[in-house]
Nanobody
C-alpha cells in the first residue's frame, strides 16, 4: 500500500507560480513512477508530468517549458513547480504512484485556480 498526500494548491493570478507537493508513505520502495494528473471542470483527467524511479521525466505539450517535476528521495516527496500559469491550468491536480507489480494509487487532489 502507498499513501499520497498532496499540498500546495491555491488561487494565483495568471503569470504567477505555484509549487505542488506530493508526500508518499507506505511501500515506497515499490514505486516505479510518480505522475501529476489534472482534471478541469467538465473535462477528462489528463497527464501533466511524470517522473520515473530512474529520473526520466515526461510532460504534456501544454505544460512543457512552464512546469517542472522533481523529487526529493530523502523526503519521499515529488514536486510540481508551475510557472507562467494560465487560466486554462485551472484544475484539480492529483498525484499518482504506479508500483511494481502494477497498481495505481491516488492522492486526494488539490485545487489550482488561475485567475485572468
Amino acid at each position: 500500500q502507498v499513501q499520497l498526500v498532496e499540498s500546495g494548491g491555491g488561487l494565483v493570478q495568471a503569470g504567477g507560480s505555484l509549487r505542488l507537493s506530493c508526500a508518499a508513505s507506505g511501500s515506497i520502495f515499490s514505486i516505479n513512477a510518480m505522475t501529476w494528473y489534472r482534471q478541469a471542470p467538465g473535462k477528462q483527467r489528463e497527464l501533466a508530468a511524470s517522473i520515473t524511479s530512474g529520473g526520466s521525466t515526461n510532460y504534456a505539450d501544454s505544460v512543457k517549458g512552464r512546469f517542472t517535476i522533481s523529487r526529493d528521495n530523502a523526503k519521499n516527496t515529488v514536486y510540481l513547480q508551475m510557472s507562467s500559469l494560465k487560466p486554462e491550468d485551472t484544475a484539480v491536480y492529483y498525484c499518482n504512484a504506479r508500483t511494481r507489480p502494477t497498481r495505481n494509487y491516488w492522492g486526494q487532489g488539490t485545487q489550482v485556480t488561475v485567475s485572468s
